[in-house]
């Protein structure tokens, strides 16, 4: 979610409310005799209207998981769960009198709303810049749950060109592109060459191509977790195919060409994979933990008032 100048009211709002919220605060401090507490009139207000801040932050889940349900637009609903959720917590720190609380419930909620208010506030500066830095370095991107079906097409076009490229060298010029021909006909009417070796063809190189493909370029193509491999840094890559490129004919540095851009897009497919994780994987602690927050919370309300 993107931070623009749609945020203003809210921004406004919150700060004027956490102005008045505080202002409130200094106030019923300075006129307590046995000072604030969250039992008292101005601190269940204060709870309450935390409390109802949280219940609608905690509302967006649902609202995204049954979008049929048209109340509001989802981006309204989205700024209110990002800076009405940020209101909450100064509210609820003033009805806590700025304490951890003296049971194990209280403090429990106390260590819980922290954790969800840093991991909030930390998924909301990933939301802004991530998207951005993805649009830059991700040239081709793609659809998040795709990525392994493009993966794989990557796979089989590489397959294609690298067995391709093996049999030009072996000699077959079936599978090589008029132009390629033509140059090696023309080869093949000087000096006794063969239209062949006019291509370059060598069956050793093709031993050197085939064995690339196979312990370089299909490991690395294949792979979605783990170590790095060495076509995954594109300085490496550059390198290894420069060296095939001095031990192949000119004639076939297209087809190698191919094959490099092909690593290119699979390193561009990773680099989305390992952004959207960090740009999704603060929900994981965000989410388990508010809904974990709203349950004790009202526990804790209904004990404090019947209690």
Not at 30 to 56: H, K
Not at 64 to 89: C, D, E, N
Not at 90 to 98: D, K, M, T
Not at 218 to 244: E, I, N, V, Y
């Amino acid at each position: 979610m993107l931070i623009d100048r749609s945020h203003r009211p809210w921004f406004f709002f919150s700060v004027g409310g956490l102005a008045v919220a505080a202002i409130g605060y200094a106030i019923y401090d300075s006129m307590s005799v046995r000072g604030p507490s969250g039992g008292s009139p101005v601190g269940l207000i204060y709870g309450v209207l935390g409390y109802g801040f949280m219940l609608f932050a905690g509302l967006l889940g649902l609202r995204k998981k049954y979008p049929i349900w048209q109340v509001g637009r989802a981006t309204t609903w989205m700024r209110g769960h990002l800076w009405l959720g940020l209101l909450s917590f100064p509210l609820i720190l003033f009805h806590a009198a700025f304490s951890l609380g003296a049971g194990a419930l209280t403090r429990t909620l106390m260590v819980l709303f922290i954790v969800v208010a840093i991991s909030g506030i930390l998924g909301a500066i990933l939301q802004h810049f991530i998207p951005r830095l993805m649009t830059e370095r991700v040239q081709l991107e793609t659809i998040y749950e795709q990525i392994d079906s493009v993966r794989v097409q990557l796979l089989e076009e590489a397959q294609k060109i690298a067995a391709d490229l093996c049999s030009a060298l072996e000699g077959d010029l079936s599978f090589v592109g008029e132009k390629e021909r033509a140059l090696a006909a023309s080869a093949g009417t000087r000096g006794g060459l063969t239209f062949a070796s006019g291509l370059g063809a060598n069956d050793r190189t093709s031993d050197i191509v085939s064995e690339f493909f196979e312990t370089e370029m299909r490991p690395f193509l294949q792979q979605t977790t783990g170590k790095a491999l060495p076509l995954a840094d594109k300085a490496r890559a550059s390198a290894m195919f420069g060296q095939l490129r001095v031990q192949i004919s000119r004639n076939l540095w297209l087809k190698l060409a191919d094959l490099e851009n092909l690593c290119d897009e699979k390193r561009g497919l990773d680099r989305q994979r390992r952004m959207h994780h960090i740009l999704h994987g603060w929900l994981l602690v965000h989410i388990p933990a508010s809904y974990a927050l709203l349950g004790l919370a009202a526990i804790h309300a209904v004990f404090a008032l019947r209690y």
